[in-house]
């Protein structure tokens, strides 16, 4: 008897309490905002400060959303650091704002000075950068709740008294569980890894995986799924040379750092492409062989997915019987079809399905050991360092003082576009125009493709919020129900802001709403100057991200793809030097495949985020894209070698294989010289590589077949970089 749907979404609901770290940052709130109002309950004033309580409660309630949002995760060591620096920048910030809000020019200077500066301060690092957004966020909050006849300090203490409440909570809330947001981060990298696999298993069923369109359409999908992958990879690698950095001596660490090192591995085997897909369906369409291939990745997709679940869950991962058997039924398969007459010279098909089927064998290999370590000791596995800056801090800010620094560039545009709001606030003599303000901070984004996803969802979120605020606040009286709701929207805002900002922006509509409601009774006035002002600061941050040192897409792709072909090679190198040396997992290799799958993801990332630009600023759209296609197959290509790689023996005596080695080699680095390439040579080369596999079988078959498609693919690559000219496109 199965047990009921109410059990299931009942469980489902309790794990994502206990394991998610959005909700967990929504309790937060919840509670460090229910304490804010304490004085509300007890006091009708309290001494030192002018304003009744409600109103100190309201401050203290906007420094506690403000220290939420710029929260960082990090070691407690740091997270300390980062909570008293964001109190003293807080109350500077605050301070200046109710010193000069009397003097509008005075002000205006204050505010672009400090906007460019706060921002500038990402040139240090990302904590740097989450301090400046945090107070200009604050110098905004102060605005709105600035009053002229309370005393200058009163705002900058309890803002900052907010923040400071709710940073000390939020030290105590992860002491006892300091792992739980890197347990979310692998569960999810692993559940990102199934998806992959999934999409991969649509190549070799009978709807994709027989048409040349239906394999192109998976490939883009699978593009755009390692690009979540990649970005999952890299907070779980930052979150774990932060907390080796603090402790290098907890047994969860290391378990935990082993699933990392073990989802390295996964990743560079599902990306990996041996033969053309395409290909195995034409030699084998008589064949239910590729149908084997799709359940075996379909099934271990289902692996990785329970490997999240365990880590999600704090449990052990149990290896699934099923694959140890749907795994013996393909090599039995395999080998009868290696019988067959009709398919017996199709040596180069026939080693490509071996190759494959020993990949995936390789994962099973991955996953069992996953199993072990979940029930013993754990590994020790090296951690990359984090990289120490060489140069003091001023000295970083001054280097990035230029007009080609992406930093710069951003800060300076947030730095305009704010003073233009405030400009328009005092001319049109908008009573709530901070609202522009507000909008400009968190829609001007530092690409035109991001503000305008940013400004969609914020202006659909807003005109939501603002239809169910009518209702609400009709229907809601008195101060402790409209607190109770506050507070509650506050929890729906965190719990959602990094899932889904169009949704988030509904619940923080709602919660200005109440806000004014409960400071002067103005919370249904408010709503449609909210949805003008939004507006407008959304029309602000396109112009600004438009014509403010535009950063768009195109103008990245020679520094994006030279990037990655000059990784490419390194990677390359460094797989071929294994064949010499032997198999190893060493820290070098891990960190170059690392950074190769990194500027694959980015380089495909730039062409997703093109499309959303103007259509005038799409420039030689199809090149880019069959250059992007090429780079990204390359890759794959190199990882496929590098699954297989293992110690050749007699390498040295190998002449013919070192020389198709060295041969590939030098293709990869012309690919990123294109000035270097002769045409009629590279239709030589081709001949070449057509006649190298002769007389090779076995394993070498694989490996030279590998190789040959690596240097084809660099080549398609050089022909493609020929007929792209960047810079007349600028």
Not at 451 to 471: A, E
Not at 554 to 564: D, E, G
Not at 610 to 621: G, I, N, S, Y
Not at 682 to 689: A, G, H, P, R, S
Request: proline share 3%.
């Amino acid at each position: 008897m199965q047990p009921s749907n109410s059990i299931f979404n009942y469980n489902g609901l309790l794990r994502k309490l206990i394991s998610d770290s959005n909700v967990h940052s929504g309790l937060r709130s919840l509670i460090a905002m229910s304490m804010a109002f304490i004085p509300v309950l007890m006091f009708d004033s309290i001494p030192f400060f002018t304003q009744d309580s409600l109103h100190i409660s309201i401050s203290l309630c906007l420094g506690v959303m403000a220290s939420g949002v710029v929260e960082t995760d990090d070691n407690s060591r740091n997270r300390r650091k980062f909570v008293f620096t964001i109190a003293i920048c807080f109350i500077f910030a605050s301070a200046c704002v109710e010193l000069l809000m009397p003097y509008p020019f005075a002000f205006a200077l204050g505010l672009f000075t400090s906007s460019f500066a706060f921002m500038m301060l990402a040139v240090l690092n990302n904590h740097y950068n989450r301090v400046g957004f945090g107070a200009i966020l604050i110098a905004i909050y102060t605005m709105i709740g600035y009053q002229a006849q309370i005393s200058w300090y009163e705002q900058p203490i309890l803002l900052s008294l907010g923040a400071l409440w709710y940073g000390l909570f939020s030290l105590f809330w992860n002491f006892y569980s300091p792992y739980r947001s890197l347990r979310e981060q692998l569960a999810q990298l692993f559940f990102a890894l199934s998806r992959y696999q999934e999409q991969k298993s649509a190549l070799f069923n009978e709807k994709e995986g027989t048409s040349k369109a239906g394999i192109f359409a998976v490939r883009q999908q699978l593009a755009i799924r390692n690009i979540a992958i990649m970005g999952r990879l890299d907070q779980c690698k930052r979150i774990i040379q932060s907390r080796f950095q603090f402790n290098q001596q907890q047994p969860e660490l290391d378990k935990l750092n082993y699933h990392y090192f073990v989802a390295e591995q996964i990743h560079e085997r599902i990306s990996a492409s041996q033969y053309l897909y395409s290909q195995l369906e034409k030699s084998f369409r008589d064949s239910q062989i590729l149908e084997g291939y799709h359940q075996l990745l379909l099934q271990l997709g289902d692996e990785y997915y329970q490997i999240g679940m365990a880590i999600s869950d704090k449990k052990s991962y149990q290896h699934s019987r099923r694959l140890k058997w749907t795994l013996k039924a393909l090599a039995d398969q395999l080998y009868l079809l290696k019988q067959k007459p009709e398919v017996i010279d199709n040596k180069k098909a026939l080693q490509a399905l071996q190759g494959i089927y020993e990949n995936l064998e390789g994962i099973n290999t991955l996953l069992l050991t996953t199993q072990q370590t979940d029930q013993n000791e754990p590994v020790m596995v090296p951690v990359e360092a984090e990289s120490v800056p060489t140069q003091p801090a001023y000295k970083q800010l001054l280097a990035a003082m230029t007009a080609t620094n992406p930093t710069f560039k951003h800060s300076l545009r947030i730095s305009i576009a704010l003073l233009v709001a405030f400009f328009l606030q005092n001319i049109l003599q908008l009573n709530h125009g901070f609202w522009i303000l507000l909008t400009v901070l968190f829609v001007c984004q530092p690409s035109f493709s991001e503000t305008r996803k940013r400004l969609v969802l914020r202006s659909i979120g807003t005109l939501f919020g603002v239809l169910l605020g009518y209702p609400i606040i009709m229907l809601v009286g008195g101060i402790i129900p409209q607190i109770a709701l506050l507070v509650v929207m506050a929890f729906f805002f965190f719990t959602y802001v990094r899932t889904n900002y169009g949704l988030s922006i509904i619940f923080m509509t709602l919660f200005v709403m109440f806000v004014f409601n409960l400071l002067n009774g103005t919370g249904m006035e408010v709503l449609p100057y909210r949805i003008g002002e939004t507006l407008l600061g959304c029309l602000l941050s396109v112009l600004a991200t438009s014509f403010i040192f535009p950063d768009w897409q195109f103008q990245r792709f020679p520094t994006l793809v030279n990037q990655l072909l000059t990784l490419s090679g390194r990677y390359f190198k460094q797989v071929t030097d294994q064949y010499q040396h032997g198999r190893s997992e060493n820290l070098n290799y891990r960190i170059t495949r690392f950074n190769t799958f990194q500027s694959d993801a980015q380089l495909a990332s730039a062409w997703q985020s093109m499309l959303f630009e103007p259509d005038a600023k799409q420039q030689l759209k199809q090149e880019v894209y069959a250059l992007v296609n090429r780079c990204d197959a390359l890759v794959s290509y190199i990882a496929a070698l590098a699954s297989h790689r293992h110690k050749i023996d007699d390498f040295e005596k190998n002449i013919e294989v070192q020389n198709l080695i060295n041969h590939t080699g030098k293709q990869l680095f012309l690919a990123c010289r294109p000035e270097q390439i002769d045409t009629k040579k590279i239709v030589e080369t081709i001949q070449e590589l057509e006649d190298y596999d002769a007389h090779f079988y076995g394993e070498t078959l694989l490996i030279v077949e590998q190789l040959r498609l690596i240097a084809f693919t660099a080549m398609d690559i050089q022909l493609i970089l020929q007929q792209i000219d960047f810079d007349s496109s600028k």
